[in-house]
Nanobody, 115 residues
Framework: QVQLVESGGGLVQPGGSLRLSCAVS????????MGWYRQAPGKERELVAA???????TYGDSVKGRFTITRGDTKNTVWLQMNSLKSEDTAVYYC?????????WGQGTQVTVSS
């Protein structure tokens, strides 16, 4: 079964940076978008950033100007560079891929921003 393999989460101080990576374990055709969502305890899952095959990007309002998403089209790999991290960014981050209306999710990686 197709899996999304994530890495890069961890503990970082406010103002610091992290880089998340997500790779598809099997070749997938017709992937329209890949992206990152996050969910904090007791809160709804929200969009962090997404990127299309044509490299058009979308960012959640709270991360604009701080986060950057990039994609390797052929390898179906996506990265999320997170700068100027705030405590409010603390959440489990999930990689996502969309193909023909089907969502595939990674297992999630914990990002904790704290002193």
């Amino acid at each position: 079964q197709v899996q999304l393999v994530e890495s890069g989460g961890g503990l970082v101080q406010p103002g610091g940076s992290l880089r998340l990576s997500c790779a598809v374990s099997e070749i997938m055709l017709n992937i329209e978008t890949m992206g990152w969502y996050r969910q904090a305890p007791g809160k709804e899952r929200e969009l962090v950033a997404a990127i299309t095959l044509g490299t058009t990007t979308t960012y959640g309002d709270s991360v604009k100007g701080r986060f950057t998403i990039t994609r390797g089209d052929t390898k179906n790999t996506v990265w999320l560079q997170m700068n100027s991290l705030k405590s409010e960014d603390t959440a489990v981050y999930y990689c996502n891929a969309k193909s023909w209306g089907i969502d595939i999710w990674g297992q999630g990686t914990q990002v904790t921003v704290s002193s």
